[in-house]
């Protein structure tokens, strides 16, 4: 900690000495040179803060710590969500949503998983990977009588699952579509009605999962869907037995 710099009281100022009286002998000449030389010292001084002044523009490690401010993901403005082939339904929700062009996640995951095949995709939060997930589920939804849930998305929090169930609805490509967030910390009966009344996705973390599948609220029997969403971190905070 830096100490705390106090001005002194009216008992410990010191007045300046008088100048010398020689002082006042300074000719024009002599008072002109020295204001010359302050200039040039200043010059000085200027050009040796030039070089700071350039480098201030870099980035404040500690200003984000979180980097909870991430960038906006570069997009390809050549290549539209019409280019992945996805249906008019969920084409109609991402133009209400705003969005426009899909980001690299998203053009690299949506076209293998709309053909069906397991994908693994990595990228900073930001980026759309809650979309690149959703988006190939939402495209091959159809109306259906079961009981559901036929997706299913795992999170290691429940800020996670609440913001993948509100993205899921934004682009959901029916009224009829319907996502039902199961996660600790509040009352399950909420999610038992929701559950219960039958849906199309449920985002949840393992262990309250779990727990529906204990009791028999949620069945797994007709699932086609399933997202592990931050994987890595699921496993690093403990849910690797469940």
């Not at 008088?18 to 020295?34: I, V, Y």
């Not at 929700?93 to 293998?112: D, F, M």
């Not at 009344?197 to 599948?213: A, E, I, M, W, Y």
Request: net charge negative.
């Amino acid at each position: 900690m830096e100490p705390v710099l106090t001005p002194p009281t009216d008992g410990d100022f010191t007045p300046a000495p008088e100048q010398d009286e020689r002082d006042e002998d300074l000719t024009d000449d002599e008072t002109a040179e020295a204001d010359n030389e302050t200039d040039e010292t200043d010059d000085l001084d200027a050009e040796a803060d030039a070089p700071e002044a350039e480098g201030s523009d870099e980035t404040d490690p500690t200003a984000d710590p979180d980097h909870e401010n991430a960038p906006p993901p570069e997009t390809d403005p050549a290549m539209t969500f019409a280019d992945l082939k996805l249906n008019r339904a969920v084409l109609d929700a991402l133009a209400h949503a705003g969005y426009t062009h899909p980001t690299p996640i998203q053009e690299a995951v949506i076209p293998p998983a709309l053909a069906g095949k397991d994908v693994i995709g990595q990228a900073q939060t930001g980026t759309g990977k809650t979309a690149a997930f959703t988006l190939p589920f939402l495209a091959r939804w159809r109306p259906h009588k079961l009981k559901g849930p036929i997706g299913l998305v795992m999170t290691p929090t429940r800020e996670l699952a609440l913001q993948v169930a509100k993205e899921a609805e934004k682009l959901a490509p029916s009224a009829r579509f319907s996502v039902v967030a199961v996660y600790g910390g509040t009352g399950m009966q909420k999610q038992l009605t929701g559950l219960a009344r039958g849906c199309d996705l449920v985002v949840g973390t393992p262990g309250r999962l779990l727990d529906h599948l204990r009791r028999g609220s949620m069945s797994l029997d007709h699932l086609k869907y399933v997202v592990l969403d931050e994987a890595d971190r699921m496993l690093d905070i403990g849910f690797r037995p469940d």
